[in-house]
């Protein structure tokens, strides 16, 4: 099993920040099937302020490559990820293109 942490931002208005929980409430199948059947075992997302924080937890076979392949050919995913994007904004720290940002593990008990 594999483990990593994520960030992303969120663009800074009341609106955006309420809309995109919203839509998390009820997230499409389509979009749950296509997590699952990426071999992703959990996921979930926290957020602070504009911040947001996601744990996945996948088999050990998964890759982010295998992923972003499955989602390029996944117009429903594609769908989705646009609609997000107009709520979400790269860190700082992210290359041109790049959402989601791994994090690096410093610490664990």
Known sequence: MQRYCLALDLINTSNHIEEYEKYHKNIPEAITKSIKEA?????????????LFMILEAKDDFTFEKKALMDANNPEVQRWEELMWQFQKPLKEAKEGEKWIVLNKIFQL
């Open 39 to 51: 071999g992703i075992t959990n996921l979930e997302i926290y957020r602070i302020g504009t911040r």
